[in-house]
Structures are given as structure tokens and as C-alpha cells.
């Protein structure tokens, strides 16, 4: 099996919080390369998960670069806490329901020195993050509808992904393209022959019995 050339992030919203620190270090000592935080808030999603507090405890836990995704309304006033905690990349929803300037957040955080992504719902369409897409670090393209996990993945989003690997082709850009929901062996290989980079994978890992071997999996070596 030839290896997948992809960045790995666990998603610890699958992860048991009440051995949160063995957790953190488990999946590090198992080869992530980031760590995915999914944050909601009862409203734009239907569930809420943990909020800035939790992200500044992880980030005592470990070096890993945290993939804060905000499934919030009302990301530009929420995002500056996120900042505050320790976020490497912070992604925003390009959503109405979002409610925000997506433009000007996604400005404010890249101008707080931090990684700006953006992200579409399965219902949303490509062109929607059009314009935006020469301003990101980070697309996110869900493959599952956001605010749960242990869904299926949708491959009809791979028309999606495929789309934001010709945008970024044709206009010389180098924003990373992620994927999150239902991502396991088979669908990281699906995800990365159309243009993904970064595999987020929740239950696949933590449901695991041993980390190490399903993230050597994904990755096909």
C-alpha cells in the first residue's frame, strides 16, 4: 500500500475527556500532526462541545499545531478567545447563518498572526467560498452534516474537494484542503486522490484500540 501524503489531525471530540491529558499525549505519541478541536454552540449547530478554555488546556498538553474549528454563530466576536487560548488555525463558516462578515473575520484573524481557514456545510455550494478562497490558509469541505460525530461519509463532497484542488492549481494558491467526517482508512485514500492534504478523523482513531496503528493506516504506510 503506498503512503498517503497527508497531514493527520484526531479530532478530540471523539476522545474520552475524562482522561483528557493521556488522551492528548496518546495520539501525539501515535504520529498526529495536528490536533482538531470542534467547537459548537447549540445554535448554528445542534450540540454544544467545549469552548476557549478547554483549547488553552490542550494547549499545555502538547506542541501539536490546534485546528480550531468554530461551529459557532458569531464567529468574530468568539474568535478573538480562541486566539487568546493558543489556536494555530481558526475556521470560520461561510454560512448566512453564521452571521458575520466573512471577510472581515477571516482578516482579523490572519492579522492576529494566526492561520484563517473557512469552511462549507454539505448543503453549501463551491461557489460560495469562491471569493475568499485567494485570502485562506485552510479550506474545509465537510463530508458529514456538522454537529455530530460517528456520521457517514458523503462522497458526492468530493466534487467539492476536487473543485478547491483545480481553483488552488489554476491560481497558484497554497491554502491546505481538509476534510472532516466520517474520514477511515478507505475514505482518507478517497478524500486524498481528489485533493485533500489534511484528514480529520475522530472515531476511526479514538475508537481504535491502539492509535498508533490506525493512523499508520490512514496514512498507507
Given at each position: ?10 479530532s478530540l ?8 491529558a493521556e ?24 450540540n454544544?462541545?467545549?469552548?476557549p478554555?478547554?483549547?488553552?488546556t ?8 490546534l485546528?480550531?474549528h ?6 468574530d ?14 475556521t470560520?463558516h461561510?454560512e ?20 484563517a481557514?473557512?469552511?462549507l456545510n ?6 460560495s ?16 452534516h456538522?454537529?455530530?460525530?460517528g456520521?457517514a461519509?458523503r462522497p ?10 483545480e ?55
Amino acid at each position: 500500500m503506498s503512503r498517503i501524503p497527508a497531514i493527520i489531525a484526531p479530532s478530540l471530540l471523539a476522545a474520552d475527556f475524562s482522561k483528557l491529558a493521556e488522551e492528548v499525549r496518546s495520539v501525539e505519541q501515535a504520529g498526529a500532526d495536528w490536533l482538531h478541536l470542534d467547537i459548537m454552540d447549540g445554535h448554528f449547530v445542534d450540540n454544544i462541545s467545549f469552548g476557549p478554555a478547554i483549547v488553552a488546556t490542550v494547549r499545555k498538553l502538547t506542541e501539536l499545531p490546534l485546528d480550531v474549528h468554530l461551529m459557532i454563530a458569531r464567529p468574530d466576536h468568539y474568535a478573538p478567545r480562541f486566539l487568546e487560548a493558543g489556536a494555530n488555525t481558526i475556521t470560520v463558516h461561510v454560512e448566512p447563518e453564521a452571521a458575520h462578515d466573512v471577510g472581515g473575520t477571516l482578516q482579523m484573524i490572519r492579522a492576529a498572526g494566526c492561520r484563517a481557514g473557512l469552511t462549507l456545510n454539505p448543503a453549501t455550494p463551491f461557489s460560495s467560498v469562491e471569493p475568499y478562497l485567494g485570502t485562506l490558509d485552510l479550506l474545509l469541505v465537510m463530508t458529514v452534516h456538522p454537529g455530530f460525530g460517528g456520521q457517514a461519509f458523503r462522497p458526492e463532497m468530493m466534487e467539492k474537494v476536487q473543485a478547491a484542488k483545480e481553483w488552488k492549481e489554476g491560481n497558484g494558491a497554497r491554502f491546505d484542503i481538509e476534510v472532516d467526517g466520517g474520514i477511515n482508512v478507505e475514505t482518507a485514500k478517497l478524500c486524498v486522490e481528489h485533493g485533500a492534504n489534511v484528514l480529520v478523523a475522530g472515531t476511526s482513531i479514538f475508537r481504535s484500540s491502539d492509535y498508533g496503528d490506525a493512523i499508520k493506516q490512514m496514512r498507507g504506510s
